[in-house]
């Protein structure tokens, strides 16, 4: 198992207004750690369909809270999305969580469903727990940009034929 950096944890209000405030502090955490330009648009569109999915569906008369919880490692970020707002233990809750159910329509599942396909096609994991909230767990890989890793190559090369 890999060595965790960093954790971070978020407990926002569960209102429209702060899909941005989560889309903006992952693509910013992203971009630290060295995702492609591509990587963080698909995490921050994963990330907004999860946690619209929150404002929209968790609760019912009342705003409640939503958590957002993000693990780094070398190779990789995990972002939790709850819908009760609650700390959780990444640990304590991979004992819970597992994968999307195929044999269940993408509709029938509580968050809806043009949003788990977002999340499904953008991110290379998503695990799901459904009890007393929802809670999505996105994995996203760290593939740094090809182009970006070579520039200095190709600009080295090409001065060398000048």
């Not at 767990?137 to 000048?162: C, P, W, Y």
């Given at each position: ?10 407990k926002l209000p569960a209102?429209?207004e702060y899909v941005g ?68 233990n990444f640990e304590d ?70």
């Amino acid at each position: 198992m890999s060595e965790v950096l960093d954790y971070i944890e978020m407990k926002l209000p569960a209102k429209a207004e702060y899909v941005g405030v989560v889309r903006l502090t992952i693509s910013g955490l992203a971009s630290r750690l060295g995702y492609s330009y591509d990587a963080i648009e698909d995490l921050k569109i994963a990330v907004a369909e999860a946690a619209t999915n929150v404002v929209e569906h968790a609760y019912k008369d009342t705003v409640g809270l939503m958590g957002i919880g993000c693990r780094v490692f070398r190779d990789k970020m995990e972002i939790i999305v709850s819908d009760n707002g609650q700390s959780f233990n990444f640990e304590d809750l991979q004992k819970d969580i597992g994968p999307v159910n195929p044999n269940k329509p993408v509709q029938d599942l509580k968050e809806g469903g043009l949003g788990l396909f977002l999340m499904e096609s953008l991110t290379d994991k998503v695990e799901i727990k459904q009890e007393s909230g929802v809670v999505i767990k996105m994995t996203k890989f760290l593939e740094r940009d090809e182009v970006e890793q070579h520039v200095d190559g190709i600009r080295s090369t090409n001065a060398q034929h000048q």
